[in-house]
């Protein structure tokens, strides 16, 4: 299994980026998939999570401004993150989970990881 995150940037802040997270080799369709986050000498961190009937999970830090969702006959979830501000500066990380059917919010919690994109916010 593959995940190809993808879509980040630098943008000023209030700006808007969308993340794509494809797969090859497996089908998110049912499974849980989450972004996490780690920003220059920090904790990786959750952001996001959607499972099945799309039922989504968010960070205290990021409701109301990102919006996570799954396009399944795409193969792939997208992390919609409007009003950006410089503390959303970090590599972003999306990951799929395939034992267990809830959204989880521990590193460990996922088994595939894409490699990460880089979103880079200035004020």
């Known amino acids: 299994v593959q995940l190809q995150a993808s879509g980040g940037g630098l943008v000023q802040a209030g700006g808007s980026l969308r993340l794509s997270c494809a797969a090859s080799?497996?089908?998110?369709?049912?499974?849980?998939v989450a972004w996490f986050r780690q920003a220059p000498g920090k904790e990786r961190e959750f952001v996001a999570g959607?499972?099945?009937?799309?039922?989504?999970y968010y960070a205290d830090r990021v409701k109301g401004r990102f919006t996570i969702s799954r396009d399944s006959a795409q193969n792939t979830v997208y992390l919609q993150m409007n009003n950006l501000q410089p503390d959303d500066t970090a590599h972003y990380y999306c990951?799929?989970?395939?034992?267990?059917?809830?959204?989880?919010?521990?590193?460990?919690?996922?088994?595939?990881w894409g490699q990460g994109t880089l979103v880079t916010v200035s004020s």
């Open positions: 080799g497996r089908t998110f369709s049912i499974y849980p």
């Open positions: 959607i499972k099945l009937k799309s039922i989504s």
């Open positions: 990951a799929a989970r395939w034992e267990d059917l809830r959204v989880g919010t521990l590193m460990t919690d996922y088994a595939d």
